[in-house]
Structure formats: structure tokens, C-alpha cells
């Protein structure tokens, strides 16, 4: 099998939280973005759910990370972690 080479490449990338880490190489990461809405003009919150490679299960929920866009690896997973931002606090 073939690594998935996250340095080269200018693939798209985003930060969030991970809030799961359940599955074997896999974790979910939270993004958060603020938009404004259409008609109103209130700035609001919006979010999604990326499903991201993670070779070494090094993620924990609660973390930050920063994930880049790769090609597709399964079928739901076409992003990769780049890199841990801030481990969260373990009780």
C-alpha cells in the first residue's frame, strides 16, 4: 500500500476540533466557519464533519488539528492530518 505524502501537494487545508477517533487510521475533525447569512446579515456559525487519515492514531478527541485535502483514500476520507496544533487536557 502506498503512503499518503501530505507535504507536497496544495490541497486545500482546515482546522478544527476532533471529536472522534473511534475508527482504525481515522479521525473526524469539526470545522467551524463563520458566514454571514443572506438576507439578515448577522454573522452566523456553520460546521462540518471531516472524516481525515491519521497513519499513527496519534489523535485524542478535544484536539486541535490542521488537515489538508489529499486524494481520496476511502470512500469518505479525502483529507490527512497535517499536524497536532494543541493536544486538549486530560483529566
Known amino acids: 500500500m502506498t503512503e499518503i505524502n501530505v ?3 496544495k490541497g486545500r487545508t482546515a482546522s478544527g476540533k ?3 477517533n473511534r475508527m482504525d487510521k ?3 475533525v469539526l470545522v467551524e466557519r ?9 454573522i452566523v456559525k456553520r460546521s ?3 472524516a481525515a487519515h491519521d497513519a499513527d ?3 485524542l478527541p478535544g484536539d ?7 486524494r481520496p483514500i476511502s470512500r469518505t476520507k ?10 486538549a487536557t486530560r483529566v
Open 7 to 9: 507535504e507536497q501537494g
Open 18 to 20: 476532533v471529536v472522534s
Open 26 to 28: 481515522s479521525i473526524v
Open 34 to 42: 463563520r458566514v454571514k447569512h443572506p438576507v439578515y446579515g448577522k
Open 48 to 50: 462540518t464533519r471531516i
Open 57 to 59: 492514531n496519534e489523535c
Open 64 to 70: 486541535e488539528v490542521t488537515i489538508r485535502e489529499v
Open 78 to 87: 479525502s483529507w490527512a492530518l497535517v499536524s497536532i496544533d494543541k493536544r
